[in-house]
């Protein structure tokens, strides 16, 4: 510990920033996603749909949409990975400043299943491999959280804030949850286009928001780690001089 202790922590100042510019992107594109689902539904209002209730698309509108929908997961996924190694990052450094912070494999842990079922799921295809990689995404979700929750721990015992990782994961999680809502109540329906498309703006919004909430937040912490090591050397170098 007292070697660990001694090493110089990583800058990881610019990862911050990436992270957070990921999460705000992220949910950027959400809310474009929203917004191209409201378009759909403005354009079909007066459209008469089929004999089972539900709203034929044209083939371009699809095609725009699944584009957009693409890029959001696309997005998501980046997301994820360079959250996984910014936390990982995080907990090295911390391993260097206190004995009592995280095992950097625990981050690695669990965020390891979420490429392995995406990857699968594409290689899969089909209907299974489509469910595949839903549960991948629900993994990352999960993993972000707990994430949040032990980032959330370790800010806490340097003596950093902890209201900024608890927003955070609060408004991911209401996101979620707006997500399933959407998921349970969706038919395709022209008014129900208008319904998806305004649930997943307000998805977009609160994404967004917490990017720049987790932005702050790990910000925070790095500072927190570099005070702390900062005052180890002070009390390092004290008791040299006692000796």
Do not use: K
């Not at 007066?46 to 095609?63: A, I």
């Not at 967004?208 to 927190?224: E, I, Q």
Request: glycine share 12%; net charge neutral.
């Amino acid at each position: 510990c007292i070697r660990d202790r001694r090493r110089p922590l990583i800058n990881i100042t610019p990862l911050t920033g990436f992270v957070g510019f990921f999460h705000i992107t992220w949910g950027v594109c959400m809310a474009l996603l929203g917004v191209a689902l409201g378009r759909l539904a403005f354009e079909y209002s007066d459209r008469v749909p089929s004999l089972d209730g539900t709203l034929l698309v044209d083939d371009q509108d699809l095609d725009q949409l699944a584009f957009v929908a693409g890029l959001v997961a696309l997005v998501y996924v980046l997301t994820i990975i360079v959250h996984a190694v910014w936390s990982v990052l995080v907990a090295l450094n911390a391993r260097r400043v206190t004995v009592h912070a995280p095992e950097p494999a625990s981050f690695a842990v669990v965020f390891a299943p979420v490429p392995v079922l995406v990857v699968a799921g594409l290689l899969i295809g089909g209907d299974v491999g489509y469910w595949v990689v839903v549960v991948g995404l629900v993994v990352a979700f999960l993993a972000l959280m707990r994430s949040n929750q032990m980032l959330m721990t370790l800010s806490g015992s340097l003596g950093g804030e902890l209201r900024g990782f608890s927003t955070w994961t609060a408004l991911i999680g209401v996101a979620y949850l707006v997500g399933v809502v959407e998921n349970v109540l969706f038919s395709q329906t022209a008014g129900q286009l208008g319904f998806l498309a305004t649930a997943t703006v307000i998805q977009g919004v609160l994404i967004g928001m917490g990017g720049v909430v987790g932005y702050r937040a790990m910000s925070g912490l790095d500072r927190a780690l570099l005070d702390s090591r900062q005052v180890h050397r002070q009390q390092d170098a004290g008791a040299a001089e006692s000796a």
